[in-house]
């Protein structure tokens, strides 16, 4: 089973950038990705995806404009490149993996891997 390890969270102030980073124990090749978010006291959030051959990706219209995903596959390395950056971005960001692609908002019921999280926090 493919492992996931996300990196490159902190504090970064507001209209600042982070760009974060969800390392594969193996192979993406074949799986879609995506980057979801839980801020604390709120639910789940699904806020972008990217195909198997990281051709199609979709935003939620929280992040649309602001983020950018891409994925690696020579580097088995998925990314959230995040800009201009608010207080409401704060949150713990997790990296998913699925051997299914749903065009818009990946379900979390076809989620087969999840990593461990890395922590994004906005403030001045």
């Known amino acids: 089973e493919v492992h996931l390890v996300e990196s490159g969270g902190g504090l970064a102030q507001p209209g600042g950038s982070l760009r974060l980073s969800c390392a594969a124990s193996g192979s993406l090749n074949g799986y879609s990705m995506a980057w979801l978010r839980q801020a604390p006291g709120k639910e789940l959030e699904w806020i972008s995806s990217?195909?198997?051959?990281?051709?199609?990706?979709f935003y939620s219209d929280s992040v649309k404009g602001r983020f950018t995903i891409s994925r690696d596959s020579a580097k088995n390395v998925l990314y959230l490149q995040m800009n201009n950056l608010r207080p409401e971005d704060t949150a713990m960001y997790y990296c998913a993996l699925s051997t299914l692609w749903d065009p818009g908002a990946l379900r979390r019921d076809h989620i087969s891997v999840w990593g461990q999280g890395t922590q994004v926090t906005v403030s001045s």
């Open positions: 990217i195909n198997a051959r990281g051709i199609t990706t």
